[in-house]
Structures are given as structure tokens and as C-alpha cells.
């Protein structure tokens, strides 16, 4: 009984969700929103001075478009800066931002400013390459 509940109400969730998404589902023009600024685009931000804030990096960033997250990397046993992060934008402010930073000077040091990568599956931090033993 419980399991037919929660499937209608995924149903109906689904077809909420379905509705939203489909342009001919009566939303006000305001709703329809062009789908470059759908996806979002992590950005690596390089050479970041060890002093740089969130706020910090925000305010660089704010000019170019609207900054979704930004995440300044530290060290996991010092927890001091690493001196980069990641900045996540839509994909037509992120193109923006890449073009008008790369190479900018902040706080004394010339950013790199590039698309994220994603991380290769190196098999963590266990060292040595060894296969996980259960």
C-alpha cells in the first residue's frame, strides 16, 4: 500500500516537473529561460593568493555574471589555503569570466582561469596504486 502511494505521488511529481520543463505548458514567457543559462559551468581558478576570501573571489567574479558557488580549497590536515578553487556560473557568464580573468592580477598574483576538469579516478589517497582490499 505504502509503495503505490509514494509511486502516485512520484507520478504527479514527475508530470509537476514534466509541465515546468515544457514550453508549451502555459508558463508566462518570464519562465522560459534560454538553456545556456540552464547549465552551469565550473570554472578552476588558479594562482589564488593564500589571503583570498570567498567574498573575495566573489566580488571578482560578480561583475561578469551571477556566481552560483564557490569553493577555495584547503589543505586537508593544515587547513590552510591551497592557493586554488572553483567557481561554478552559467555557462554564457562563465565564458565571460574565463575570457576577462585569465591572467588578471589579484592581490599581487596573475590568475589562471580555465574550464574545470574532471578529476581522474586515481583510486584515492591510498598511495602506491594498491587495489582496495575488503
Known amino acids: 500500500m505504502a509503495l503505490r502511494h509514494s509511486g502516485a505521488h512520484f507520478l504527479a511529481k514527475d508530470r509537476h516537473l514534466r509541465n515546468i520543463r515544457d514550453p508549451e505548458a502555459g ?4 519562465f522560459h529561460i534560454s538553456r545556456e543559462y ?17 567574498d573575495g573571489v566573489r566580488a571578482l567574479f560578480t561583475p561578469h555574471g551571477t ?22 556560473m552559467s555557462n554564457a557568464d562563465a565564458s565571460r ?7 588578471k592580477d589579484f ?16 583510486g584515492g589517497s591510498r598511495g602506491g596504486g594498491r587495489p582496495r582490499r575488503y
Open 27 to 30: 508558463l508566462p514567457a518570464s
Open 38 to 54: 540552464l547549465t552551469v559551468t565550473k570554472l578552476y581558478v588558479g594562482n589564488l593568493p593564500f589571503t583570498a576570501t570567498e
Open 67 to 88: 556566481v552560483e558557488k564557490i569553493s577555495l580549497i584547503t589543505d586537508r590536515d593544515t587547513g590552510r589555503p591551497r592557493g586554488f578553487g572553483f567557481v561554478e
Open 97 to 103: 569570466a574565463m575570457q576577462e580573468l585569465n591572467g
Open 107 to 122: 592581490e599581487g598574483r596573475a590568475l589562471r582561469v580555465s574550464e574545470a576538469q574532471e578529476r581522474e579516478q586515481s
